[in-house]
Structure formats: structure tokens, C-alpha cells
């Protein structure tokens, strides 16, 4: 059977897993946009606070997927909870970082100007320097985004849901009849998706960034 033939085949199932793959990144990314965010609001102008919550945050990224995952499951158990929180955990550093850079690198004189006609803090951060941030933060995002396709394949250890059941599957029954196909249905599925999603991340730009700010 051709890896076309397989797919064809089983493109009910494989069309789910890939629905809830794309859902869970999506899911983590948001949850993790509002953590970052917030972090990076409440430490950017502080150097010592912006320095100790980047450093949280590379640290939570060098832990190895297996061994997070392995530390999550006794806790919170198999499925989909351990995938969502190792997700959110993984997609905080690019985001946070990129919040914190955006924010910091607003020219104070714009900041000076909007509190000049009358805007209190509240609405200089979120009227001013929020959207003068939003290229960064949402850049941020995308590349989140992008490392979390690849990290939620490995979820499948946990039992978690999306095309890694698929790829470790494949793996697993290396030799017999069809594990290839199946274990290259999931990969390239992630692959696909991805460049899916940078589509929608560039469609999102377009419609979200001013052309004075794209420069």
C-alpha cells in the first residue's frame, strides 16, 4: 500500500488526530500568550526583573520533553492535562522574551506624548505600547507556535492527543505492514500543519500590524 493509499484509507482517523493537534498548539499558544504577557508587563522595566524571568523561562526550555512529561504524569496523569501544561511551559520563553523586548523598546518620547494628553498608565500600556509591542509578541508567538508542533508529537508518551499517537505507533511497529506509512502520514501531517499555521500567522500580521509599524 502507497503512503497516498494509507492515508486515503484512514482519513477519518488521521483528520481528528490532526484537528486535535492543531487545537492543543493553538490552545497552549493562547494560554501561553496571556502568561507571557503579563509576565513581561510586570518585569519590563525593571533589568534585574525582565533578566530573572528570562532565565525561568530558557531554564523550563532546556528540560528534555520526556523527562518533563515523566515529571507531570505521577501528578496530573496521562492524556491531555500533562500535554496542555508541558505545552504552555515550553511556548512561555519566546513569548515572554519578545514581550519584554517589544515593550522595552518603545521610545519613551511616544509614551511621554500620550501621558502629555492626558492618558493615565493603564491606557499609555494598552492604547500605546501594547500595540507598538504587538509585532514582537506576536512574532514571539509564531515561533512558540512553531516549536510546539514538533514538541506535541512526543506528547503521544503521555498518552496525549494528535499525530505523535500516529508517528510512535509507526515506530514502534517498525517491520511490519504499513508502520512506515504511518509513522510518515504523522510526520509530514505535522510538517503541513505548521506551514498551515505560518500562513495564518503572515494573514494575521497583514490584518493586525499597521504598515507604519511593518516599516
Request: avoid cysteine; glycine fraction near 10%; aromatic fraction near 6%.
Amino acid at each position: 500500500m502507497s503512503l497516498f493509499e494509507y492515508v486515503a484509507d484512514r482519513w477519518e482517523r488521521l483528520s481528528l488526530q490532526a484537528f486535535l493537534h492543531v487545537s492543543e498548539v493553538v490552545q497552549a499558544t493562547i494560554i501561553a500568550a496571556v502568561l507571557g504577557v503579563l509576565i513581561g508587563i510586570a518585569v519590563y522595566r525593571s533589568p534585574a526583573g525582565s533578566a530573572v524571568a528570562t532565565a525561568l523561562a530558557s531554564a523550563i526550555l532546556t528540560i528534555p520533553s520526556f523527562a518533563l512529561l515523566g515529571l507531570l504524569i505521577p501528578v496530573v496523569g496521562l492524556g491531555a492535562t500533562p500535554t496542555m501544561i508541558a505545552l504552555v511551559l515550553y511556548a512561555l520563553l519566546p513569548i515572554t522574551r519578545n514581550t519584554i523586548v517589544g515593550l522595552a523598546g518603545v521610545d519613551p518620547a511616544i509614551s511621554d506624548a500620550a501621558k502629555g494628553i492626558g492618558m493615565n498608565r493603564v491606557s499609555v500600556l494598552s492604547r500605546v505600547e501594547l500595540r507598538l509591542a504587538w509585532p514582537a509578541i506576536l512574532a514571539g508567538m509564531r515561533v512558540a507556535t512553531q516549536m510546539l508542533m514538533g514538541i506535541a508529537v512526543i506528547a503521544a508518551y503521555a498518552k496525549g492527543p494528535g499525530l505523535g499517537s500516529e508517528v510512535f505507533s509507526g515506530l514502534t511497529r517498525a517491520g511490519s505492514a504499513n508502520a512506515t506509512n504511518q509513522a510518515l502520514a504523522g510526520t509530514l501531517g505535522v510538517v503541513i500543519l505548521a506551514l498551515l499555521l505560518e500562513g495564518v500567522y503572515f494573514l494575521i500580521a497583514r490584518l493586525t500590524v499597521s504598515r507604519g509599524i511593518r516599516g
